[in-house]
């Protein structure tokens, strides 16, 4: 019986040893391109194009970061918010316990949503903090076979995004228990807690959308109300109203929540040395300091722990250029002039991207992945992206080799890796490249 339990413990183990062997590190597992590519935007920020005007697209930017607070209702209909519900089915579901979902857990959720009532509130409201939009009403995950690589943590499908804090957002309606409510932000909408925003009178709506805006540059300094009380860190992506300026400080308006969930406003004071009112100039110096900022945070699929993924990265980057952007991968592509690279050969969409991109300035679109092109190094395409890892497959396994944060890199990033897998490198899955001034 002893030998029978050795026997046991040592095949339990090797199999977890087995399976755990799917999933490496960049910590372990040296990168060529992390290795040799330059880590540092300076060496890519002087391609940028001087000459290049964003006057066309700057102008539009607060139109569109404001335009939940101008609509009456939501454009988007029932059969589109319930999406959700209609994709995750409880066959191919895993909870945070790692067993697969029940059809109750489902049930309950779209109980609770309360869709009888989608629309019916329309309320002007702002965000407190830093929110996960849900596609549920739930703080639960919903996650894939977790045994796979390339699924479990971090993948949980019902982050749908992140909305910073101090952004316009639009009430659809309450969930059952009145703990959550359906909201929509300028470029997603979702589920999020009724403590995590407060409701605004038109009058608060109009004030702060007529007042000069100031965005933030800088990650991760604290921003006080006036009576010194800690409200939340600052994040490349977030603006304010200005109230009044001095020499070395903005005051900004700020909320938190009063009695009944009333708002309170606040006058902050925030550096100057981390935010600005005029918009920036894609310059190389100024492209240098918010690169090295939205690089401070690690990979993070739908904005998770705060975190970044690839284009929530690009879209925060771009917001103190006045550039907006659209949240998901597939949206971001479409934005600009496109040129189709899908059916083209990999040494063809080589040529073309040498030709037609502009650094800084054009998005390159896999499915489910954007990456910025920033120009060349050695002849070869290189791209600034944010990404969670890298595929191999070994005897028709798929595996990961975890990169989990912005980097630069070519468009064969891992090539050189054991067992990578070049059927699914970025190159030979582009679809489009799209320039986002033309």
């Known amino acids: 019986m002893r030998y029978i339990l050795i026997i046991l413990l040592i095949v339990f183990f090797t199999g977890c040893s087995l399976r755990d062997a799917k999933i490496k590190t960049s910590k372990t597992i040296e990168i060529y391109d992390l290795q ?19 006057y066309e697209i700057q102008k539009k930017y607060e139109q569109r970061y404001f335009s939940m607070w101008n609509i009456e209702k939501p454009k988007e209909g029932l059969v589109s918010v319930k999406w959700p519900f209609f994709s995750y089915r409880p066959s191919k579901s895993y909870g945070e316990n790692l067993q697969p979902l029940e059809q109750n857990f489902f049930d309950t959720m779209l109980n609770n949503a309360n869709f009888d009532t989608y629309a ?10 830093e929110v996960s939009l849900r596609s549920f009403p739930t703080i639960k995950p919903l996650l894939r076979n977790p045994s796979l690589a390339g699924e479990g943590f971090p993948f949980d499908y019902l982050q749908n995004s992140t909305v910073h804090a101090n952004e316009p957002i639009l009430v659809s309606h309450y969930s ?14 979702g589920w999020v807690k009724t403590n995590e925003f407060v409701i605004l009178e038109k009058q608060h709506t109009e004030a702060w959308q007529n007042a000069q805006q100031v965005a933030v540059t800088k ?17 490349i992506g977030m603006m304010f109203a200005l109230a009044s300026e001095d020499e070395k400080t903005y005051t900004v308006l700020t909320v938190s929540s009063y009695k009944n969930s009333k708002p309170l406003f606040f006058k902050s004071k925030i550096s100057k040395d981390i935010a600005t009112k005029e918009i920036m100039k894609l310059d190389e110096n100024n492209l240098a300091t918010v690169i090295n900022e939205v ?44 040129i189709i690279l899908e059916n083209l050969s990999d040494k063809e969409k080589i040529r073309v991207i040498k030709e037609k991109a502009v650094p800084f300035q054009t998005i390159l679109y896999k499915k489910g992945h954007v990456v910025l092109y920033v120009g060349t190094y050695n002849d070869e395409v290189i791209v600034f992206h944010n990404t969670w890892g890298i595929k191999t497959k070994k005897e028709g396994i798929e595996g990961r080799v975890v990169v989990g944060r912005p980097v630069f890199s070519s468009l064969n990033l891992g090539k050189y890796v054991e067992d990578y897998d070049e059927e699914s490198s970025m190159l030979k899955t582009l679809i489009s490249m799209n320039i986002l001034t033309q």
């Open 295 to 338: 690089s401070k945070t690690n990979y993070g699929w739908g904005g998770m722990y705060e975190q970044r993924d690839c284009s929530s990265m690009l879209r925060d980057m771009f917001t103190p250029f006045g550039i907006w952007l659209p949240r998901n991968s597939y949206q971001q592509s479409k934005i600009g002039k496109v």
């Open 120 to 129: 019916t509130i329309n309320s002007k409201a702002v965000t407190l903090r």
């Open 219 to 235: 990650e991760d300094e604290p921003i006080y109300d006036s009576d010194g009380n800690f409200l939340y860190k600052s994040k």
């Open 176 to 189: 059952k228990d009145r703990e959550w409510a359906y909201i929509f932000s300028n470029f997603a909408s």
């Open 36 to 54: 040799n590519i330059p880590q540092d935007v300076n060496y890519f920020s002087k391609n940028i194009d001087k000459n290049t005007s964003f």
